[in-house]
């Protein structure tokens, strides 16, 4: 069982930036499909980033594509997601997710491990 735990979360004004931390419990961020998600109240929860084990493209929601980076840093077994230019819609909690294998959905693919999530607001 992988437990990932996220950190990184807070408050900031809009344009600003955050980055995110996704710790997994073992080494499994380098050998799988690592992604991030976000769920704001009342809303359907979104993929917003997902990395493939290797050095194949990320994938990116059209939302974020251009702000925000995923990135990894396999001898830590940790994700990041950076965020850069954050505006009040960014405002969510987010959730670090994993699956064993390859994103072969892309931000669609089924994710078998979730965090606890963390929360990321943007005040303008």
């Known amino acids: 069982q992988v437990v990932l735990m996220e950190s990184g979360g807070g408050s900031v004004q809009a344009g600003g930036s955050l980055r995110l931390s996704c710790a997994a419990s073992e080494d499994f961020s380098s050998t799988n499909c690592m992604g991030w998600f976000r769920q704001a109240p009342g809303q359907e929860r979104e993929g917003v980033a997902a990395?493939?084990?290797?050095?194949?493209?990320?994938y990116y929601s059209w939302s974020v594509k251009g702000r925000f980076t995923i990135s990894r840093d396999n001898a830590k077994n940790t994700v990041y997601l950076l965020m850069n230019s954050l505006k009040p819609e960014d405002t969510a909690m987010y959730y670090c997710?994993?699956?064993?294998?390859?994103?072969?959905?892309?931000?669609?693919?089924?994710?078998?491990?979730w965090g606890q999530g963390t929360q990321v607001t943007v005040s303008s």
């Open positions: 997710a994993a699956l064993t294998g390859y994103c072969y959905g892309g931000l669609f693919s089924h994710f078998d491990y």
């Open positions: 990395i493939d084990p290797g050095d194949s493209m990320p």
